[in-house]
Structures are given as C-alpha cells and as structure tokens.
C-alpha cells in the first residue's frame, strides 16, 4: 500500500490536477496540403473545431529533430544554469510560472520573440558556449514553420472567398510583426501519479490571442483540446506533423464563423513532452477587427475594433481559463 505523505504532495501544491481520464479523440481533421481541396478543408476544420492537423506540410523533418534536441540540452541544464536566461521580460526562461497573473503549470519553458535580433540576445544566455548553434536551429525552424503558417492562412482565405488572399498572410509576414515562439518541456511526474492517481496541468486552459498558432510535439501526447458539447480530449501525439489552432483574432477576423480553440496540456506521469509554438501574431499597432468583406450586409458585427496591442494587453491581464471574456462583448 502507498501511504500518501503531504510534505511530498506539497511539492506540487500550487500546480492544479486532473483525473487521467480525457479520451483519444479519432475525430481531429487531417489537412494534407498537397490536395487541391486543401482550402475548403481548412475552412470546415476551422469551423466544426478551430483545429487541425497538417502533412504533407514541407518543413524538413531534420529541421525539427535538430531544434528539439538543442531545446533537451538546454532543458538538461542545471536549474542555475538555466536561471540565467530567465526571468521571462516576458521573453527568455520561465519555470512553473506563467504570464504576469500568477498562473502556474508544471512546466519549464523558453519564450522568444521571432524578430531574430531579440533571439540573437537572448541565445547568449541560453547557450553562452555556442549561442550560434541554437540560434540557427530556431532560425531554420521558425522560417520553415512560418512559410508553412503564411501558406494556410492564404489558404484560409481561399476557402472563405476572400479575393485578397494575403489579407491574413500580410499581417503575419510584416516585419514587424508581434509572432512569438515557444519551447515548453513538461517533466514525467512519477510520484505523483502514484501518490495520487492523478495527473499535473503543466499548462492551464486558455485560447491564444493571436491569429494562428502552430504546434509541433515530441512524441508524448499530453495536449488536449475542449469539443463544442465543453468535453476534454486528448490529441494523440504525431512528432511528424503539425497541429494548428485558430486564435482570438483570427475568430474576431472572421467574425465568430472561426472559433478559437481551448486547449490545455496535462503533464504525463511518465514520459517528458517537448513542444515547439509558433503564434503568429500582427504589428502591435494593426486593427483586429471583423474583415469587411465577412460581415453579411445588414448584419452586426460580432466584435469592437482593437489595436492588436489594446488587445494582446487585455488579454494578458484576464485569468489563463478566461482569457476571452470581456473582450468579444456584443
Ligand atoms: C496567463 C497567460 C499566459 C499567456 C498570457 C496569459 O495572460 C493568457 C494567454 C497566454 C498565452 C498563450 C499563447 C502563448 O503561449 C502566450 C505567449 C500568449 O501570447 O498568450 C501565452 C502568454 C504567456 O505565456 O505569457
Ligand atoms: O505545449 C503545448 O503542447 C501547448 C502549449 C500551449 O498551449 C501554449 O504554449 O500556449
């Protein structure tokens, strides 16, 4: 028998828990971006869930294994190793706490802007013998992953009729764009899995605020994303593929017909997951504001106008599992 001892479940006591039982969900829509109908597939993925999976997707595969074992050596670090990059400013190393509200996760993580000059700075801390190696590993991943991310949201536009289709794509490749990328490593919790039976959030539920976000994984699954009918399910892991979700203002662009997608991580007891974001964000000065050319004539727009920064703040200052309230009022 397990005697459960408090002091050893103390050491997780800020960090929410679960019970394992969320299901595999066989359902999620797979977007081969080969198929000349890969735009109308996008469009009722983004619909019925605001979530897919890509193949076929053209970004090398060595680009993601060789990123993904710079973000293990770094994460292998001491903990006073990996402190020197940290705090998050909100860029750099983070452990356990999320964003500036007192979330917390059980979750170890790199945050990076994409402008490659702010990577460049923050590499120095990251990998202070050879900065140069990581920063070309996050360049090579993070370029092919955004030309992929420009080719679907053009693709969005497609399949929503909208005859300029880099309406989205342009706000993404602007250079000056607010897109951020993030290494998170979830470390197994054994002891508790069999203190407890239960499992660790290692990232609380929340919607990203941005237009598109892209995620690849190792192969532990651990995402799981809120159907419709509000029931949890897990994604089963494919470190081949990626996985996109619809953001806020992609939802607010398309006046509600995209909805952004809840999702949250639950630590697995047993196996570390390493996952790799791109959020494709606007210039921190742009509107986020319903497209034109998606509002029916004579119908009401879902949503107020925001810059992107009025925007991002707001939800920045609301709580990880509401972060859209508030700011999508009638
Ligand atoms: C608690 C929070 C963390 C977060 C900012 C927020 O207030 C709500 C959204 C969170 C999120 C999710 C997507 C990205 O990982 C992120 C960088 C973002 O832009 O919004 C995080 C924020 C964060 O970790 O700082
Ligand atoms: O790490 C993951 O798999 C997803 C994390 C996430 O939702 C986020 O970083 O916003």
């Not at 408090?6 to 971006?33: M, N």
């Not at 976000?213 to 029931?231: K, W, Y």
């Not at 203002?249 to 509600?256: D, P």
Request: glycine fraction near 6%.
């Amino acid at each position: 028998m397990v005697v459960v001892s408090q002091p050893a479940l103390d050491h997780f006591s800020p960090i929410k828990t679960c019970k394992p039982t969320a299901s595999y969900f066989s359902g999620i829509p797979v977007v081969d971006l080969s198929n000349p109908d890969a735009s109308s597939l996008i469009v009722k993925a983004c619909e019925e869930f605001g979530f897919f999976k890509v193949v076929n997707h053209g970004v090398p595969m060595e680009f993601m294994t060789s990123l993904e074992s710079q973000a293990i050596n770094f994460f292998n670090l001491p903990q006073s190793e990996k402190d020197r990059a940290g705090p998050p400013d909100p860029f750099g190393y983070g452990s356990k706490r999320i964003g500036p509200n007192g979330d917390v996760g059980w979750i170890e993580y790199l945050l990076l802007n994409t402008n490659p000059d702010v990577v460049s700075e923050k590499s120095l801390f990251i990998f202070r013998e050879n900065p140069q190696i990581f920063r070309s590993a996050v360049e090579n991943y993070v370029s092919a992953v955004k030309k992929m991310a420009f080719e679907i949201v053009e693709l969005m536009a497609d399949g929503l009729g909208i005859e300029e289709r880099n309406v989205m794509s342009k706000l993404l490749r602007d250079e000056k764009s607010d897109s951020c990328f993030r290494m998170n490593h979830y470390p197994p919790c054994p002891e508790l899995q069999a203190l407890s039976g239960r499992n660790l959030i290692g990232f609380g539920e929340h919607t990203d605020p941005q237009i598109i976000s892209v995620l690849r994984s190792n192969n532990t699954s651990g995402l799981q994303i809120c159907l419709r009918d509000g029931a949890w399910v897990s994604v089963p892991s494919d470190h081949t593929s990626f996985f996109i979700n619809v953001g806020d203002s992609l939802q607010v662009m398309t006046n509600g017909r995209f909805r952004s997608l809840k999702h949250r991580v639950v630590a697995d007891p047993m196996k570390s997951r390493v996952s790799m974001i791109f959020f494709g964000g606007p210039p921190l000065s742009e509107k986020i504001a319903p497209l034109p050319c998606l509002v029916v004539e004579g119908e009401e727009s879902l949503y107020k106008e925001f810059t992107w920064w009025e925007y991002k703040k707001s939800a920045y200052q609301s709580r990880l599992a509401d972060n859209r309230l508030g700011l999508f009022e009638k």
